[in-house]
């Protein structure tokens, strides 16, 4: 089993791979983690959005940084579903020389696991998007761009994703009848979109299969105990891991999905754990995620103070000779 | 009569946008940078020369992968034909800046230090607001210098459109002239107005107004040789894109123009230049 695992994710060298994957098995056992976090510790998260715009959020957690980016379109629905509108996942990641053929695979699971958590968790109602049912719906296409990959991309792609769809506004419709008015910008405030709640992943690395760790027990008589799951897995812990398990909370608590596909059996209270430090740490990525909405509100407001005190300054409005030059000219035409 | 000649977003004729860059955050490459000129934001990767599946041992291979941050959204029913052509002449465009992108790096890299290698460049363009070749040319820049890949000379791209200017409108001059004066007045006429230039467009100056807009243009300079501030060592790659001739003002570029339109690349390439040195002051 943890042959395959190696072979299935090769990184530069193999030996420094193998070499990673028992300093963190060690580590485990003395109840460490290879960077010194604690076993329930988050890396250090940051979330920004980068351009003045509301549609593009990056989110970074540690070493992993990863960009979601928003478009909203009024189009013509689906014929076999004319009431809903279309929300769209794709996950992308730069391709390199080093990585092997199942990135692809991995991507491609991680864009299902997105689409099964906010568009069949209810996150964004797809017939609150419809404006005339059958001629125009809200079309939204969310992309994540995974920039670097320095394990847990699961996470830091659902967060990022969260804090785009929380921070975007979509333009403001008048519809009288069957015509629809679709103000820009500067005419009216564009609308948020209708969150009904915010699921926030985590994913957890179960670090020995049960068998082992009851073998290790009888071996070992010492009161130390070893670390059983380990939250924000690094990419040599994900390598070292007997399984994992992703689960995502929103913010009052409630579990919205489940996850786990691959390696060993884990027991019920293992479950049971991860789901309850998931629910303690999903109030502080909300939290982040809501500080810098809050930031860049503050940003945008400057930028445009900024914009409207060069046009203050133009030699039009300030100048006081100007003034009676018009009615002058307007005494003279009549 | 003393009005200034200004953009709608405050600058003038010869004025670049604000510029940032952040370089050395993506660890899993070998080099990145993050660069904006304005809106327009690009992030560059390079993974430097490494061993490539390939068949040509003679030299390195350049692999240039363009992403845009975000797509065009779906659409059901008859608008599904429109977001497929959209979707086309997106990637046409991406297809232009791949080619735009390896010419730059076939003419800065030194490929013939590493045979049996490729170096892979990954570009993402989280927003396009006019000038995307210059300001991806730049990123891509920042990034073979973080990943030290040996180059010939560092290079800056800048922007220029051309348009006719406001006065003198050439409609007036077949009504005015004779049959006998025409080739004097049509020569006279176009050495009389030169076209106007905007540095640094944004994406609204790009598309112009359909009728006075005459050439977009993207030049690549180098650095010059003697590490003066005040000239550049010429012009490496470049781009120009004219509006059809059938419209107003299509088909009005002449040498002349070019000329200037490089001279001012060549005054806005060295602004570029003390950029680069100012982020690369080293800490204390």
């Known amino acids: 089993m943890m042959a395959h695992r190696c072979a299935f994710q090769t990184i530069a060298s193999p030996a420094l791979t193998q070499r990673e994957v028992e300093f963190t098995k060690s580590a485990w056992i003395a109840g460490l983690r290879p960077d010194q976090r604690g076993a329930q510790q988050l890396r250090e998260v940051n979330v920004d959005f980068p351009l003045l715009s509301r549609d593009v959020s990056c989110v970074r957690c540690g070493g992993t940084i990863v960009t979601a980016a928003i478009a909203c379109e009024l189009v013509e629905p689906f014929p076999y579903r004319p009431k809903h509108g279309i929300i769209d996942f794709s996950v992308r990641q730069p391709y390199t020389e080093r990585d092997s053929s199942a990135k692809t695979a991995e991507l491609k699971k991680l864009t299902a696991f997105l689409e099964r958590l906010i568009k069949g968790g209810g996150v964004v109602d797809t017939e609150g998007l419809c404006v005339l049912p059958g001629r125009r719906v809200w079309s939204i296409s969310v992309d994540v761009t995974v920039l670097n990959d320095e394990g847990n991309v699961t996470d830091v792609a659902v967060w990022a994703t969260v804090a785009v769809l929380l921070h975007y506004r979509r333009p403001e419709l008048t519809i009288r009848g069957d015509s629809v008015i679709l103000h820009p910008t500067h005419e009216r405030d564009p609308v948020p979109l209708s969150i009904h709640h915010t699921p926030l992943s985590f994913s957890f690395a179960i670090t020995m299969a049960p068998g082992d760790r009851n073998r290790l027990a009888r071996g070992r008589r010492d009161s130390q105990e070893a670390l059983e799951v380990v939250v924000d897995p690094t990419f040599a812990e994900a390598t070292a891991a007997s399984s994992s398990v992703v689960v995502a909370v929103n913010a009052e608590g409630q579990v919205c999905s489940v996850s786990k596909s691959e390696g060993s059996c884990i027991h019920l209270d293992e479950v049971n754990h991860c789901m309850e430090t998931a629910s303690l740490l999903a109030p502080h990525i909300l939290s982040l995620i809501r500080d810098a909405m809050a930031a860049h509100d503050k940003r945008r407001q400057e930028a445009l103070k900024r914009m409207f005190l060069w046009a203050q300054k133009r030699s039009g409005v300030t100048s006081e000779a100007t003034e009676p030059e018009p009615a002058k000219k307007l005494k003279t035409e009549t | ?284």
């Open chain 2, 1 to 284: 009569m003393s009005r200034a000649l200004l953009r709608r977003d405050g600058r003038g004729h010869r004025e670049m946008r604000g510029k940032e860059l952040r370089t050395s955050e993506l660890t899993q490459f070998d080099g990145s940078a993050w660069y904006s000129q304005g809106l327009t934001t690009v992030v560059a990767a390079v993974n430097g020369p490494v061993a490539a599946r390939q068949e040509d041992y003679r030299k390195c291979n350049v692999q240039v992968y363009v992403n845009r941050a975000v797509r065009i959204p779906r659409a059901g029913g008859t608008d599904r034909l429109c977001v497929e052509e959209q979707r086309l002449e997106q990637q046409r465009m991406d297809a232009e800046v791949e080619m735009f992108l390896t010419a730059s790096i076939q003419a800065v890299v030194r490929l013939d230090q590493f045979p049996r290698c490729v170096l892979e460049v990954h570009v993402t363009i989280l927003a396009d607001d006019g000038a995307l070749l210059s300001v991806a040319t730049n990123a891509l820049m920042c990034a073979l210098l973080d990943a030290g890949v040996p180059c010939r000379t560092t290079v800056a791209a800048v922007t220029i459109v051309a348009f006719a200017p406001e006065d003198g409108s050439p409609v007036t001059a077949p009504t005015t002239t004779t049959t006998k004066a025409a080739p004097e007045a049509s020569s006279l006429l176009s050495s009389s107005l030169p076209l106007a230039l905007l540095l640094d467009p944004t994406r609204v100056e790009e598309v112009g107004d359909g009728v006075r807009t005459c050439a977009t243009a993207t030049f690549v300079l180098s650095n010059s040789v003697d590490g003066s501030n005040n000239s550049s060592g010429g012009v490496l790659v470049s781009q120009l894109q004219t509006c059809p001739r059938s419209s107003m003002h299509g088909g009005r570029m002449s040498s002349k123009d070019l000329v200037g339109m490089v001279a001012l690349a060549e005054r806005a390439a060295v602004s570029i230049f003390s950029f680069f040195r100012k982020c690369n002051v080293p800490l204390e």
